[in-house]
């Protein structure tokens, strides 16, 4: 039985951006094709504290997939807690993330995906 979440490290490799949106389309396309409910994208946070342009461009294209339809929800890390409605929503959804390891920790480095 598939997973209802998959993780995904889309810094690995130090991809670009561009690189990293390509990842990331194929990574949400995989998903819904092994009928995960969730995404965890792990795309960090910017190693010297000013960075953060992964995270940046990756949650710009998931602004823009929200809008066109392709996915239902997105949390930044910073916003995953029991507060957010949108996390709570996700929440409802896939029941197993209330014992994630990084819900109510402001894990930049991170941003969860509704499918």
């Known amino acids: 039985m ?3 979440i998959r993780i995904v490290s889309i810094k690995s490799g130090m991809p670009t951006v561009e690189e990293a949106r ?3 389309k194929v990574e949400l396309d995989r998903a819904r094709s092994e009928g995960s409910l969730v995404l965890k994208l ?3 946070y910017g190693s010297s504290g000013v960075g ?4 940046r461009g990756v949650r710009a294209s998931l602004r ?11 949390v930044p890390g910073e916003q995953w807690d029991i507060f957010n409605e949108a996390a709570r929503r996700i929440l409802e ?5 209330a014992s994630d390891q990084d819900l109510n920790h402001y894990n930049e480095g991170i ?3 509704l499918l």
Do not use: D, M, N, Y
């Open 93 to 97: 959804e896939c029941p197993e993330l």
């Open 2 to 4: 598939p997973s209802a």
């Open 111 to 113: 941003t969860l995906v």
């Open 64 to 74: 823009k997939r929200l809008k066109e339809g392709q996915i239902r929800a997105f």
């Open 22 to 24: 390509a990842r990331l």
């Open 42 to 44: 792990i795309h960090g």
């Open 52 to 55: 953060g342009t992964l995270r």
